[in-house]
């Protein structure tokens, strides 16, 4: 059974470098000393992750990623990672970097999240977008 994963709800939508994403996916983990049973990538479109936003946040706004913890014991991460394909692409446009290095960062960003790292705080983000670097650099070298 594959611990990394990725399906499709709602829009059609080919992974990058399926195989080399999921093995770096496994790969982020190990470095950051996080043992990982399962990952579950859900790529979606803005309207479908809205509805999990409001139904599971209470928030009523487009966002580009949604990491759902669902371990039961500390010992290992089981979790799901919805991503809006449409706010990817928005975003690479606003950023100006191409829609794969956006997706990449925000695929990055939920497996940190799931090894620790949050994003509220001024410090949080600078320490979440240096890891994202980081591993974006990482996978780019691969």
Do not use: W
Not at 24 to 36: A, P, Y
Not at 101 to 119: A, M, N, P, S, T
């Amino acid at each position: 059974m594959a611990r990394v994963s990725f399906q499709t709800a709602n829009i059609k939508f080919k992974i990058p470098e399926r195989s080399k994403l999921s093995g770096f996916i496994e790969e982020i983990f190990l470095q950051e000393d996080i043992k990982l049973n399962k990952v579950v990538y859900v790529f979606c479109s803005d309207d479908f992750l809205l509805s999990l936003n409001k139904e599971f946040l209470g928030h009523n706004y487009y966002t580009d990623i949604i990491t759902f913890d669902l371990s039961e014991a500390k010992t290992a991460i089981t979790a799901e990672i919805y991503i809006s394909i449409d706010r990817i692409k928005i975003n690479a446009t606003a950023y100006d970097v191409s829609d794969t290095k956006e997706l990449l960062r925000v695929v990055f960003h939920g497996v940190l999240h799931l090894c620790g790292y949050k994003d509220k705080t001024k410090i949080e983000i600078a320490k979440m977008r240096e890891a994202e670097d980081k591993y974006l650099f990482l996978y780019k070298s691969k």
